[in-house]
């Protein structure tokens, strides 16, 4: 579904509006389920939001009466359903999906729904530890079942975490990296489904370049990645993709070596993802609002003037991002956003809040469990982490659940009205904000 939406999103639009065509003309069939999926997905493009949320439920209301329910509930969390609904229940319908899939023979959808509940797991701030081990297990499964057809891409999503880990003791080659990515590209044997596998290696690249200091290294990337897919709305691939441009333009925009003309190109460039991400908010759902915060703290800060007064809007957006992503407890977001708001301070001489927004992003990464990130960044910014603090100034989340209906209402209101009302952060414990929303693992552990 995915490759064929961004090889031929036009042919993925006709063929579907025949399909549902045909379903009320002829009544509900096996494969009523996909058709109302990919219906759904046509009207998340068309932008209709709630029309697509009901289809993407009445697909997988049918399809509990038929052996396509993988497939089913693959294509409808992936792309409607993780926009809007909180994340466990997304994970324990993928679940649900997985062993539907590999009961009853259907191997292809059984692993495409493990695959997608690891990478949500992984967006969404499980402990890596538990994240890779998942990992690891549905990478053996796949050559048990000799599921080829999935494996070289996932495990191009997955180049990210021995280095996050830690694991990785030999240096990126970064030019070495960049050719390979390059005449990967040029092949000319690529078909779409080689294009989906090349731009999750992409991504992967991209995340590399961000966490680990080379930005002009990650903007590459962000430009190989348009070239392989132009579209493409899946939840994960979107707003990691959007977020980390938005993060490499903002350091490039900063960095003195930066000519006053480029700098002007990243500065639009960062708004452009903003304005992606808010669109991708306000129409698809809730569930990547923090990272919106994200984004249009960044977009604050670069358009900011060096008075007191806009330098404290800034710290503002910044803690109000942060707040919200360690509200949803993606806590690899909020250390990420304190990593940009001490970038953004050091280079206003703001030692004071520099040496506070860096502690709680190493103090964030070493709870993610990101230890090789963590040392990287205590490597290149040491002077400016108190590693000695047993406390760290994120947030602490009113709630382990997602945001009411009422919270949602006043988000959007905030957005109307472009409002900064912010609070300044609470003293917490890493622990309790970490907290525990299950052990990945145990995903796996009853299905074989």
């Known amino acids: ?89 997304i994970l324990e319908s993928f679940r649900q999906g997985c062993k539907l899939g590999l009961g009853s023979g259907d191997i292809f959808w059984g692993f495409i729904n493990w695959m997608s509940s690891n990478q949500h797991t992984y967006l969404s701030g499980f402990h890596l530890d538990e994240v890779e081990r998942d990992g690891v297990e549905i990478v053996e499964q796949m050559k048990s079942y000799k599921e080829y057809s999935l494996l070289n891409s996932f495990i191009e999503y997955r180049k990210v975490f021995p280095y996050l880990l830690g694991r990785n003791k030999d240096p990126l080659d970064w030019k070495k990296l960049e050719e390979f990515v390059h005449s990967s590209i040029l ?50 691939y979107a707003s990691l993709k959007l977020l980390f441009t938005g993060v490499a333009s903002f350091f490039l925009a900063f960095d003195p070596k930066t000519k006053n003309r480029k700098r002007k190109y990243y500065v639009s460039k960062a708004k452009k993802q903003y304005n992606e991400m808010s669109k991708i908010f306000k129409s698809m759902g809730q569930n990547c609002h923090h990272r ?44 990420l956003c304190n990593e940009v708001a001490g970038e953004y301070f050091l280079s206003k001489n703001n030692s004071d809040l520099a040496i506070m927004y860096f502690t709680q992003a190493w103090h964030g990464y070493m709870s993610w469990g990101a230890v090789g990130k963590a040392n990287h960044l205590k490597q290149n910014r040491e002077s400016y982490i108190d590693a000695s603090f047993k406390k760290v100034f994120f947030f602490k989340s009113a709630n382990h659940a997602r945001y009411t209906k009422d919270e949602k209402v006043l988000f959007q209101k905030e957005i109307q009205e472009e409002k900064l009302s912010f609070k300044l952060p609470e003293m917490v414990d890493c622990d309790d904000v970490s907290g525990s929303r299950g052990d990945v693992s145990s995903f796996s552990g009853d299905l074989f």
């Open 292 to 335: 919106y915060l994200i984004l249009k703290a960044i977009v604050i800060a670069l358009n900011n003037n060096n008075t007191v007064k806009g330098q404290r809007d800034v710290q503002y957006a910044y803690n109000y991002a942060i707040e919200a992503a360690i509200r949803v407890e993606h806590i690899q977001d909020a250390a």
């Open 187 to 236: 092949d000319k044997k690529n078909d779409s489904s080689q294009k989906f596998r090349l731009a999750r290696m992409c991504l992967a690249h991209l995340q590399l370049g961000v966490y680990f200091g080379n930005f002009s290294f990650a903007d590459k990337m962000t430009d190989e990645l348009l070239k392989l897919q132009k579209t493409n709305i899946a939840y994960f």
């Open 1 to 89: 579904m995915t490759v064929f939406f961004c090889s031929n999103p036009t042919e993925l639009i006709s063929s579907t509006l025949e399909c549902v065509r045909i379903t009320f003309k002829h009544g509900i069939s096996a494969h009523s389920c996909f058709a109302f999926s990919a219906f759904s997905l046509v009207l998340k493009i068309s932008g209709d939001n709630t029309a697509a949320v009901r289809a993407a439920l009445l697909s997988k209301n049918l399809s509990s009466k038929n052996a396509s329910k993988a497939s089913s509930i693959a294509i409808t969390n992936e792309f409607i359903l993780a926009y809007n609904t909180p994340l466990p229940n």
